[in-house]
Nanobody
Framework: QVQLVESGGGLVQAGGSLRLSCAAS????????MGWFRQAPGKEREFVAA????????SYADSVKGRFTISRDNAKNTVVLQMNSLKPEDTAVYYC?????????????????WGQGTQVTVSS
């Protein structure tokens, strides 16, 4: 059974940082793209960041470019989202995602697997 388990969410003041981690189990994703989405209250789920299987290519939503960094460790089957300079508008449930299709040119990531999500709250 494939599982993606997120950790690292919490409450932080604006301007602060959080580091989200996602641990995958049940299969290896070393040949698959991985990434993060988020969903704020009353809004649709939106793409945040993605990384290709080797870590050589990454994509980001315009709203987080320059503030968030995605990375992965294939040996540990994990993906990390480092979030700096957080803003109140970053408040959302953040979901880890894996596999599916990732197209860097069009910044399109359609995952096959999803985690349960972790809450990130940024206070002003």
């Amino acid at each position: 059974q494939v599982q993606l388990v997120e950790s690292g969410g919490g409450l932080v003041q604006a301007g602060g940082s959080l580091r989200l981690s996602c641990a995958a189990s049940g299969r290896t994703f070393s040949s698959s793209a991985m990434g993060w989405f988020r969903q704020a209250p009353g809004k649709e789920r939106e793409f945040v960041a993605a990384i290709n299987w080797s870590g050589s290519f990454t994509s980001y939503a315009d709203s987080v470019k320059g503030r968030f960094t995605i990375s992965r460790d294939n040996a540990k089957n994990t993906v990390v989202l480092q979030m700096n300079s957080l803003k109140p508008e970053d408040t959302a449930v953040y979901y880890c995602a894996a596999d599916g299709t990732y197209t860097r040119i069009t910044v399109t990531f359609t995952p096959a697997y999803w985690g349960q999500g972790t809450q990130v709250t940024v206070s002003s």
